[in-house]
């Protein structure tokens, strides 16, 4: 589902315009990516929660040539869904 998707759908089913929805959808993408960088973790209850993990540095190997790599330390963001979530997956 694409971005455009969520917004048709929201927009059906409260009755805003499309351009108004996606105004609101994009806003709140916005609002979580910023909290996750400010604070390094959000919670939405019923969803999930998003939080910045630090992958350490490590050797890799280019497919390519067999030449060894060093693969600096970097920030990732790593998502576990909320029970309501996984129970609606699951069922």
């Not at 929201?10 to 609101?24: D, F, H, N, P």
């Amino acid at each position: 589902m694409t971005k455009k998707e969520i917004v048709r759908t929201i927009a059906k089913r409260i009755g805003l315009s499309q351009e108004e929805t996606k105004e609101v959808v994009q806003s709140t993408f916005d609002a979580i990516i910023d909290a996750i960088a400010r604070q390094g973790r959000i919670e939405l209850r019923n969803f999930g929660v998003f939080e910045v993990n630090i992958r350490s540095a490590r050797k890799a190997r280019n497919p390519r040539t067999g030449e060894q790599v060093d693969v600096p330390a970097k920030r990732v963001v790593k998502f576990k869904p909320g029970r309501e979530m996984e129970d609606r997956i699951r069922n």
